[in-house]
């Protein structure tokens, strides 16, 4: 029975810092596409979307930044 709680507290454990380490990584990607918006709020939805659409297109959180800047860059154009 020792073992049990043992394996089962474990998996809790290891479970739980995977999930924060995703949720933190997800509030790093939306901090960095608002932090490029600045405070025009059809800039902030624009750069929301475009943040989606990164992650639809599996972009690599390496090249995130410099995506996320060429498509903050093409908003007044559109």
């Not at 507290?9 to 608002?34: N, P, S």
């Not at 932090?35 to 475009?50: P, T």
Request: hydrophobic fraction near 50%; aromatic fraction near 14%; proline fraction near 3%.
């Amino acid at each position: 029975m020792d073992y049990f709680i043992i394996v089962v507290t474990t998996a809790v454990g290891l479970y739980f810092h995977w999930w924060l380490y995703v949720r933190i990584k997800r509030w790093m990607d939306r901090d960095l596409a608002l932090s490029l918006a600045g405070k025009d709020e059809g800039k902030r939805a624009f750069m929301l979307e475009q943040l989606a659409n990164a992650q639809m297109q599996k972009i690599k959180r390496r090249d995130l930044p410099k995506w996320l800047e060429a498509a903050a860059a093409g908003y007044p154009a559109r």
